[in-house]
């Protein structure tokens, strides 16, 4: 079951040196899901070959222009195309006001119902699920309110190993036992452990989006383990300061989260245009945790 990650922008606050303004798919299964919604998303979506129409959820993670002046032309678009399919929008207060504004101002009226959700601005909290996947946000250090976002698999029921239907001739009720994690008794009273009737479980993996924020250890706990962390590193250490200042991150910061969190990887995001070379930040975080990679437009990570 496809389980991915995909950047269509990098940049921070302006598109700048071929870079684009954030925005990010993740896709489970036939699932597809936009995070963050910059200006340029629509163009973005089209070039990397993103189905527009099978997006049916969008997290915002907070409202700054670089991560949501996208949105209002995206829907507009779906409008102009005909959509009928309700859309999901989980963002800060605040975006229903900025919706409800531009469209009464230009006359714009969508096909399709939106439902905007307000994200709650404290704890880890569950705000999305389907069968086979849950979305939690939690809150980030920025300098208006802002969520980051944990994508994490269901627990599946075991996949029975069906040379022991055969072999046992088993009935739909022993079955549904063993999948939901019972031995076996045979009719000659012998017990065949859980473990040798069904196959391992593949683990669940997760991944977690922390964008915009400072550095941030009480997020920790909510990435433990993750697959994949994709983490603000808007600066290289040399700039420390304006990190500080605007409550971003350094890729030194991002690299302590994930090694903090024991992820398993870490993808630097959000680059200012203020570092000259994206090598210095990749360098930095890699001293401190060595699976990281550099955000790009129409990278694709599959956990
Ligand atoms: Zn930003
Ligand atoms: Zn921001």
């Known amino acids: ?61 907070h409202l700054h222009g670089d991560h949501v002046y996208g949105l209002f032309g995206l829907l507009t678009s779906y409008s102009l195309f005909g959509r009928v399919n309700e859309l999901e929008i989980f963002a800060p207060a605040g975006l229903k006001e900025m919706i409800d504004i531009v469209f009464e101002k230009s006359f714009a009226f969508l096909t399709y119902p939106i ?76 017990c065949i452990p859980n473990s040798e009737m069904v196959f391992p479980k593949q683990p669940l993996r997760s991944f977690a989006y922390c964008c915009d924020t400072a550095y941030n250890l009480e997020m920790v706990p909510y990435l433990e383990n993750c697959d994949l962390i994709f983490h603000d590193a808007t600066f290289d250490k040399s700039n ?18 994930a090694l903090s969190a024991n992820a398993k990887k870490l993808l630097l995001g959000h680059f200012s245009s203020r570092n000259k070379s994206l090598e210095v930040l990749l360098q930095e975080a890699k001293s401190i945790f060595d699976a990281s990679f550099l955000a790009e437009e129409g990278k694709k990570v599959v956990l």
Do not use: W
């Open 240 to 257: 420390q300061e304006n990190a500080t200042l605007t409550l971003h991150s350094t890729s030194e910061e991002a690299a302590q989260i």
């Open 115 to 190: 439902k905007v959700h307000l994200l709650p601005t404290e704890g880890f909290n569950l705000i999305f699920e389907n069968n086979k996947l849950s979305v939690f946000s939690f809150p980030l250090k920025h300098r208006v309110a802002c969520n980051g976002f944990l994508f994490r698999e269901k627990e599946k029921p075991a996949n029975i190993n069906p040379d022991k239907i055969k072999k046992y001739n088993l009935d739909y009720e022993s079955i549904k036992a063993i999948k939901s994690g019972s031995d076996y008794i045979t009719a000659d009273g012998i």
């Open 1 to 61: 079951m496809e389980f991915s990650f995909t950047v269509l922008g990098s940049s921070a606050a302006i598109p700048a040196l071929g870079r684009n303004l954030s925005a990010h798919i993740v896709q489970h299964d036939s699932n597809v899901f936009l995070i963050d919604c910059g200006d340029g998303t629509q163009l973005q979506l089209d070039k990397h070959k993103i189905k527009k129409q099978k997006i049916n959820q969008i997290f915002i993670s």
